[in-house]
């Protein structure tokens, strides 16, 4: 697990705690972005960063399973919660919300899995990099410019991870909250194996034997 990067993200989280932001029921760009339907008996958000090594392997080898086996099935409903853990990260985040909401987890995917080129790559621009990879997403380069300069988006992101912080005790990513008839929002953190996460979503879920 990754720890956060708190220092890299203070400063702009002063002013993300500021009353006059949106809330995400105001604003389209931090509406909920989610997979799978919508009455699913087990929802879990997962808190993670595009940047985050840790997510990057889950949803590589994990994510796919769960998606065949939980989520496809009308098991599991998936939402996808913003925790950068660095400015990079940030960034990223900000333009895959300002994407249209069906862009959105495709984008998210890609990023994940070309992380070593875009986000680690030595010498690497990243904001060249997120620039050309929104491009093929359909974002246009006036758009990409207007959504990293976003002071409104950036703050409402934090502050979203703010609140997971101080609610759920999120510090590390990828994190897992879980919510379903039999327990609600029971947490757990790490590269899950596909066993152990859906042996959560059992019990969660109220299921037995």
Known sequence: MSPTRRSLLLA?????LLPALARADED?????????APNAPVTVREYFSLTC??????????????????????????VY???????????AAMVARALPPDRYEPFV???LQSQDRWAFAR???????????????????????KTISDTKLRDAILTGQDQAEKKYNVNSTPTFIFSGPAQK?????????????????????????
């Open 12 to 16: 702009p989280l002063a002013a993300a």
């Open 28 to 36: 389209p760009l931090m509406a909920p972005r989610a997979v799978g």
């Open 53 to 78: 090594p840790h997510c990057a392997r889950f949803a590589r080898d994990t994510l796919p399973e769960i998606r065949k086996n939980l989520i496809d099935t009308g098991k599991l409903r998936w």
């Open 81 to 91: 919660e913003d925790f950068p853990l660095d400015q990079v990260a940030l960034m």
């Open 109 to 111: 995917l890609a990023l």
């Open 123 to 145: 010498d690497v621009n990243n904001t060249e990099e997120i620039r050309k990879m929104a491009a093929l997403a359909g974002m246009s380069h006036d758009t990409f410019e």
């Open 185 to 209: 929002d029971r947490s757990e953190s790490g590269e899950m194996t596909y066993d152990a996460f859906a042996k959560v979503v059992a019990e969660v879920g109220g299921a037995t034997g």
